[in-house]
C-alpha cells in the first residue's frame, strides 16, 4: 500500500495485511507450526494460541469474485462471508488446520455448514454457541464453551492445554492490546504520524502473523512512530463505526478527501483491543468468557447493551477529537443497520457528532460514490 | 411511569384497526359455505377475542404482555394475562389496506429495503407509537439478528424505555444442556412476569394448560398424520398456519383450541373417507405435492395461493409451521413441565426451530417431509429477512438433489409483494413446473 512512512515493521504489517498467506506464516507453517482460522472476534484467540496455534481471522482479502460460492450462498447475504467462503473453495485456506466458527450473524454462522461438506482440507472445525445477552448466567455459558473447545483442541491435538499455557497467551495478548493501544495514542495528536488506513493495516496483521512476532513488528513501528512526521493536512477528524472492516483501501478513500480517519469501533479495531483480559481472575477459561461476553466493547449483535455501545462511540469521538463519524455497514446487514439507526437519532438528538451511514460491498466498489459522499458529508461538517 | 391519556390512544388506534379488518375477515369467511371456511371462522372468533382482551387492558388499565409463541405462553395464559405479539401484525394482518404504506413509511425512517419487513413494521409502529404499550415484554432475540435488533429498539424508544423487558437467551444447540440453559431463562422470565404484573403463577393452573396444550399437541400431530394422504385433504387454506395461530397465539391451553381441532381433524377424516381432496372449487384436482419451506406469503396470500391450486393443481401438502415434533409436556413435576417447556420453545417451535441452530434442521426437514408427504416439488420461497436461510441455499439444493425431487428458490418478500412481483413469481413458478414436467 502506498505509505509516507518510513518503517520496516509497518512495511512488513501491511505486507501480511494485503494478502491471505504472508511470508511470516509461511515460514510458520514450514517449520511445522499449524494455523487455526476462525471467524469474529468473539472467538477466544488466546486459547487457540494456547493450543499451540498460529490464530488467523479469517477473510475474504485478495477475493475478486464469488462465482464458486454463489451456488451456496444468495444474492441478498453479506458479501463477507461469500468472499471469504470463495476463497476456501478455490483452496487459500487449505494451509488451515482447524476452523472455529461461531452463531455470530446469520451470515456468517451458515460458513461453518457449508465449510464442513465442501472443504475437506480442515481437519477439524467447530462451531461455538455465543449468547446473546450479557448477564452472568451467559459468562457461565460461555464458560463451558471455551472449556468445551479446550476438550475438543486437546482430543484433536493429543496435547493438554494447561491453565499456564493459557494464562500465557492471555498475557501475551494483553500486551498486544496495550500496544495497540500506544499506537491510537499517536493518533490523538494534531498532527498524527499515521494515518487511519496504515493503522488498520497494522491491526490486520495483528492476526494473521505469529504473535511474538507481531508483538515485536509493534514495538518498531512504535519507535519509528515518534521519530516520524505527522500530517496536518485535513479537513476533518473522523472516526469509522461499523463491522468487518478489513480493508485499509476503504479507509484510504476517505482519507484523500480529506478525512482523517483518527479512531474508530470496529471489528479490527477498538473493539479488539480498547480493554484486556482481566488477568487477576485465578480460572483463565472464566477470564476469557468474561471479557468476551461481558467486558470488551461490544458489537450490535450483543443484545441489551446499546447504551453501553453509544457511550463508547461518544468517548472514542471525545477523546481523539473527531468532527464526524461515518457509519460503515456492509449491505445486508441487520446488526448494524439497525445500530447506525439508533446511533444516528442519539447523534441528533443530543445536537452532537455529524453522522454519516456509508453502505459498502466487501470487496471496494462504487469508490466514486463513496467519494462523492464523503466529499458531501465533510462539506457538511466543514459548515 | 403512567402513559397519556394520548399517547395510550394513539398506541392502541392501529390494533384497532386490524381487529376491524379480521371483522371483515370473519365476515368473508361465514359466507363462504366451505368447511375451510366455517373453521376458518371458528378461528377468526377466537382471534378476535384475543384481540379484545388486549384492548380492554389497555382501555381499562390491566396489566397485559407484549409477548411471542416461542416464550411458552403456556405460562402467561396459566396467569390469567392477555397478550399480543410485538410482531404481530406482519404474520397476521400483512395483507390489510394499510400494510404497503407502513412499509413505505419505514423505508423512509432510514430503515433501508433490505431489513427483513416483519423487523421493519414492527420498529415502524414503536417509532410512531402505533403498537399497544404493555406492562411488561417478554422480547424475543432469535432466530435471526433482526429480531435482537428490534427489541434492542424498543429499549431504545421513549415511550417504551420504561417498559420492563426480559428476553430468554437462545443457545446455538439443542443437547440437554442447552434445553436445561434455556428452562433457566424461562424460570427467570416466570419470576420477571410476576414482578411487573402482580400475577402468580399457580402450578396446577399451568399442568392444566399444558395437559390441555397436550391434547391440542397431539391432535394436530394426528392431523398432520392424514395430510400424508393422496389426495391431501386440505390445501393451502388450512394447514400449519392455522394450527399454529390458535394452540401457540391465541388460545393456548384453552377449551375452545382442543374443540376446534377436533373439529379439524373429523373434516380432514371425513374427507378421506370420500376420497375426495382438498379441491374446493370444481375443475381442478392434485396434480404436483408440493412442500412450502417457510411461512406463507401473508401479504399476498390470496392472490398467490389460490391461483397455485386452481390454475396448477398444486397443493401445499406441508409448509414451515405444520412441520415439526410436536412434543408434549410431561407435567408430573414442576422440573419436567419447564425442561419440556423449554424443549418445546427453543427446539420445535416453527421459523425458529429451522433458523435458530445449525443448517441441519433444513436438511432433516426436507429428508423428512419429502419422503413422508410423498411430496413431488420442494420450493424454497428465499423471504427477503432469511439470510441464514439463504445461505443454506446451496446445501437445501444438494438434499434435493439427493432426495431426487426438484428445488425451486424464488426470492421474495412475503410480506411486501412490491420486492418481486406476484406475477413474476407465478412465471417463477409455471417455468419450474414445467421444466419438471408436471403442468
Ligand atoms: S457485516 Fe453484518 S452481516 Fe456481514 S458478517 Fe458482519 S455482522 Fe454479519
Ligand atoms: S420473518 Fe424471518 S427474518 Fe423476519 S423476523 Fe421472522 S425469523 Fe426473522
Known amino acids: 500500500m502506498e505509505t509516507r512512512l518510513q518503517s520496516n515493521a509497518f512495511r512488513q504489517c501491511a505486507e501480511a495485511a494485503g494478502s491471505i498467506m504472508n511470508p511470516h506464516l509461511e515460514a510458520w507453517l514450514a517449520g511445522g507450526g499449524k494455523a487455526a482460522g476462525y471467524f469474529c472476534s468473539t472467538v477466544p484467540e488466546e486459547l487457540l494460541a494456547a493450543a499451540g496455534y498460529l490464530p488467523f481471522r479469517m477473510r475474504g ?41 461461531i452463531n455470530s450473524c446469520d451470515h456468517v454462522r451458515r460458513i461453518y ?24 448466567r451467559q459468562v457461565a455459558w460461555y464458560y463451558d464453551e471455551i472449556n468445551l473447545l479446550r476438550k475438543q483442541l486437546e482430543e484433536h491435538l493429543g496435547i493438554e492445554i494447561t491453565d499456564d499455557a493459557i494464562r500465557r497467551a492471555i498475557h501475551l495478548q494483553n500486551e498486544i492490546r496495550g500496544l495497540q493501544r500506544r499506537l491510537y495514542e499517536f493518533r490523538k495528536r494534531e498532527r498524527p504520524p499515521i494515518t487511519g488506513a496504515e493503522t488498520l493495516a497494522v491491526m490486520v496483521a495483528g492476526t494473521c502473523l505469529p504473535r511474538e512476532m507481531y508483538k515485536e513488528l509493534l514495538g518498531e513501528l512504535l519507535e519509528d512512530l515518534e521519530e516520524a512526521e505527522g500530517g496536518g493536512d485535513y479537513r476533518a477528524r473522523i472516526m469509522i463505526l461499523g463491522s468487518e472492516l478489513d480493508d485499509p483501501e476503504f479507509v484510504r478513500i476517505i482519507e484523500e478527501q480529506g478525512g482523517l480517519v483518527v479512531t474508530d469501533s470496529t471489528c479490527y479495531g477498538t473493539r479488539l483491543m480498547w480493554v484486556p483480559v482481566d488477568e487477576s481472575e485465578e480460572d483463565p477459561v472464566r477470564a476469557l468468557a468474561r471479557f468476551y461476553v461481558q467486558s470488551r466493547p461490544a458489537c450490535p449483535r450483543m443484545y441489551g447493551n446499546q447504551p453501553e455501545r453509544i457511550a463508547f462511540t461518544r468517548k472514542m469521538a471525545e477523546e481523539f477529537r473527531v468532527d464526524g463519524i461515518i457509519g460503515e455497514r456492509l449491505q445486508f446487514c441487520d446488526n448494524w443497520l439497525v445500530e447506525h439507526y439508533m446511533t444516528k437519532y442519539d447523534l441528533r438528538e443530543h445536537g452532537e457528532i455529524p453522522f454519516l451511514q456509508l453502505d459498502r460491498e466487501y470487496i471496494l466498489s462504487g469508490k466514486g460514490q463513496i467519494k462523492t459522499r464523503v466529499q458531501a458529508f465533510l462539506e457538511t461538517i466543514e459548515g | 411511569m403512567a402513559l397519556s391519556r394520548e399517547i395510550k390512544e394513539r398506541s392502541i388506534r392501529r390494533y384497532k384497526e386490524e381487529r376491524d379488518w379480521f371483522k371483515l375477515n370473519l365476515e368473508a369467511a361465514e359466507l363462504l359455505g366451505t368447511e375451510e371456511g366455517e373453521l376458518s371462522a371458528r378461528l377468526l372468533r377466537i382471534l378476535l377475542e384475543a384481540k379484545e382482551r388486549v384492548v380492554d387492558a389497555v382501555e381499562n388499565d390491566k396489566p397485559f404482555i407484549g409477548g411471542y409463541f416461542c416464550n411458552a405462553p403456556e405460562i402467561f395464559t396459566s396467569m390469567g394475562l392477555p397478550w399480543f405479539m410485538v410482531m404481530e401484525t406482519p404474520f397476521l ?73 426480559y428476553s430468554c437467551d437462545p443457545p446455538y444447540t439443542s443437547d440437554e444442556r442447552a434445553i436445561r440453559y434455556f428452562a433457566d431463562e424461562l424460570r427467570e422470565m416466570t419470576r420477571f412476569i410476576e414482578r411487573h404484573t402482580g400475577a402468580k403463577l399457580d402450578m396446577d393452573r399451568l399442568v392444566e394448560v399444558c395437559e390441555r396444550s397436550n391434547r391440542v399437541y397431539t391432535i394436530w400431530q394426528e392431523y398432520m398424520e392424514v395430510r400424508k394422504n393422496v389426495p391431501c385433504p386440505h390445501g393451502w387454506e388450512m394447514g400449519g398456519a392455522q394450527c399454529f395461530a390458535i394452540s401457540q397465539c391465541f388460545d393456548v391451553g384453552n377449551p375452545k383450541s382442543v374443540a376446534w381441532f377436533e373439529q379439524l381433524i373429523k373434516v380432514a377424516e371425513d374427507r378421506i373417507r370420500k376420497g375426495s381432496g382438498a379441491q374446493t372449487k370444481e375443475g381442478w384436482r392434485e396434480k404436483v405435492r408440493l412442500f412450502w419451506f417457510d411461512i406463507m406469503p401473508y401479504g399476498w396470500i390470496f392472490e398467490f395461493m389460490p391461483w397455485l391450486e386452481e390454475e396448477l393443481g398444486a397443493v401445499i401438502v406441508n409448509d414451515m409451521f405444520g412441520n415439526f415434533p410436536y412434543s408434549l409436556i410431561d407435567t408430573s413435576s414442576e422440573e419436567t413441565i419447564y425442561y419440556d417447556l423449554a424443549k418445546r420453545n427453543l427446539v420445535d417451535a416453527p421459523m425458529i426451530r429451522q433458523a435458530r441452530g445449525t443448517a441441519e434442521n433444513f436438511s432433516e426437514d426436507i429428508r423428512r417431509i419429502v419422503r413422508d408427504y410423498k411430496v413431488d416439488v420442494v420450493i424454497w420461497p428465499g423471504h427477503m429477512g432469511h439470510k441464514d436461510g439463504a445461505a443454506t441455499v446451496g446445501i437445501m439444493h444438494e438434499t434435493c438433489r439427493e432426495l431426487d425431487v426438484p428445488f425451486l428458490h424464488v426470492g421474495l418478500d412475503l410480506f411486501d409483494k412490491r420486492y418481486t412481483s406476484i406475477d413474476e413469481v407465478k412465471d417463477k413458478v409455471v417455468t419450474f413446473l414445467e421444466g419438471h414436467g408436471f403442468v
Open chain 2, 93 to 165: 394482518a400483512a395483507s390489510a389496506p394499510f400494510i404497503l404504506e407502513d412499509i413505505d413509511g419505514a423505508e423512509e425512517m432510514g430503515l433501508g429495503s433490505d431489513l427483513c419487513t416483519a423487523i421493519r413494521l414492527p420498529i415502524y409502529y414503536i417509532e410512531n407509537n402505533m403498537m399497544p404499550i404493555p406492562t411488561c415484554c417478554l422480547g424475543l432475540i432469535y432466530p435471526c439478528d433482526g429480531a435482537p435488533m428490534l427489541h434492542q429498539v424498543l429499549m431504545h424508544n421513549s415511550n417504551w424505555k420504561n417498559v420492563p423487558l
Open chain 1, 113 to 136: 455448514d457449508n465449510w464442513i461438506r465442501n472443504v475437506q482440507a480442515t481437519r477439524f472445525s467447530t462451531v461455538m454457541s455465543l449468547p446473546r445477552k450479557v448477564g452472568e
Open chain 1, 61 to 101: 482479502t485478495g477475493s475478486d469474485s464469488t462465482e464458486l460460492s454463489d451456488a451456496f450462498f444468495s444474492s441478498i447475504n453479506c458479501s463477507f462471508p461469500r468472499h471469504v467462503f470463495n476463497q476456501a473453495l478455490r483452496g487459500a485456506y487449505d494451509f488451515l488446520d482447524a476452523l472455529i466458527c
